[in-house]
């Protein structure tokens, strides 16, 4: 029988605490590839110990999640993890340049494992022009760099690119667990996740006066002050089938205008847009955030306005125009589909098998 790989696919900047790797999240387009490959996953803790391992069961699968004290440097993480399993891939999460991650650990255990027949995978976590880019991402002992979009090749030469490998979207989703349910639409607009400049502030705005349109903020941090009739604020949820009830239970996301300019508006692209999508929502988003987006396409499955009147306008056309919003709806869960898990797991079977 032949010996499967091992890939160790790390992240080298401490978890939120209690976050669960490879659920039904955006790093879940992994855990499929157990049956295929020795994978193990990386990630700090809070407690006493300097190691430990997590062994989860998921989908009668069993696999390990490695963990460090939080206050551990990675060196003497990753020293430890080889003392008795010494992986053929490390897949980074983040960059592999000298100024990437936290302390550019990427590139301190590139420098120092290279040689030794191990390949290495740098995956797309931050950038936005040819200076962050390229200070992120070019490493000439790197074997592969996952980016989640066309357009951040461009900001490499020629010869570097044949090592750029690009994933089938910008984020995956199991589009097979999101999906549109038949349940009561008790709010017309929603946006998930914590109060911190993501655009929160903008929908507050926006809405407050809009008495018949129904907002649901969903996550920690908002103040008290915001709730008002048609405002709802609800702490966050970590059951992944209480948030599928909760896309199902709105009508649109609303991405709103974030307080602060982002240096990388990309940012955006986080992954309630790809479970939104999925369950059928269309999207209410501003163009300067969305520039070049493979998920949300103007017109189609969402609108990308230019002022928070054009906002409002859109947001009530949804509202009022139910053939528009069907088909625009139908195009949202398309597009979820496009993103489905299966496509990520394939990629990676297909990249890591041929390093």
């Keep these: 029988m032949k010996n499967k790989k091992k ?106 494992y290279k040689g030794q027949g191990i390949k290495f995978c740098g995956e797309y976590g931050g950038g936005y022009n040819l200076e962050t880019m390229r200070s992120n991402y070019y490493n000439e002992d790197a074997d592969a760099i996952i980016m989640n979009h066309n357009k951040w090749a461009d900001f490499f030469p020629e010869e570097y690119r044949k090592r750029i490998y690009i994933t089938p979207k910008q984020q995956s989703v199991d589009s097979e ?52 009739e048609n405002i ?33 508006p990309y940012a955006l692209h986080m992954r309630i847009i790809t479970e939104a999508i999925s369950v059928g929502l269309p999207v209410v988003g501003f163009k300067q955030n969305f520039v070049g987006s493979n998920l949300l396409y103007n017109n189609h499955n969402a609108f990308l306005v230019e002022s928070e009147i054009e906002f409002i306008e859109k947001v009530r056309l949804l509202l009022s125009d139910k053939k528009l919003y069907e088909e625009m709806s139908y195009n949202s869960r398309q597009i979820g589909i496009e993103c489905n898990i299966s496509k990520f797991m394939q990629f990676y079977r297909e990249l890591w098998n041929s390093l």
Excluded at 75 to 86: D, G, M, P, R, T
Excluded at 235 to 243: L, R, S
Excluded at 244 to 255: D, F, G, P, T
């Design 232 to 264: 709802f604020i609800e702490p966050a949820e970590y059951n992944h089938e209480k948030i599928r009830e909760v896309y199902n239970s709105a009508k649109i996301l609303a991405m709103g205008r974030p307080e602060i300019i982002m240096e990388n």
């Design 7 to 112: 890939i160790f696919s790390g992240v080298f900047y401490p978890l939120q605490k209690g976050e669960i790797l490879y659920g039904k999240d955006h790093y879940n387009n992994k855990i499929g590839l157990l049956n295929d490959f020795d994978l193990k996953a990386f990630c700090y803790n809070s407690d006493g110990n300097k190691f430990d391992i997590l062994r989860r069961e998921e989908n009668n699968k069993s696999y390990q999640v490695l963990r460090f004290n939080e206050k551990t440097n990675d060196e003497y993480a990753i020293e430890n993890l080889f003392k008795f399993w010494k992986p053929d891939i490390i897949n980074f999460h983040g960059g592999v340049g000298k100024t990437s991650g936290q302390k550019g650990t990427s590139y301190e255990v590139i420098e120092k």
């Design 177 to 228: 667990f999101f999906i549109p349910m038949d349940i009561d639409k008790k709010y017309d607009i929603l946006f998930i996740g914590r109060n911190q400049n993501k655009g929160q502030t903008s929908l507050y705005n926006m809405f407050k006066n809009e008495k018949d349109i129904k907002l649901l903020l969903k996550g920690n941090g908002y103040p008290e002050s915001w709730k008002q």
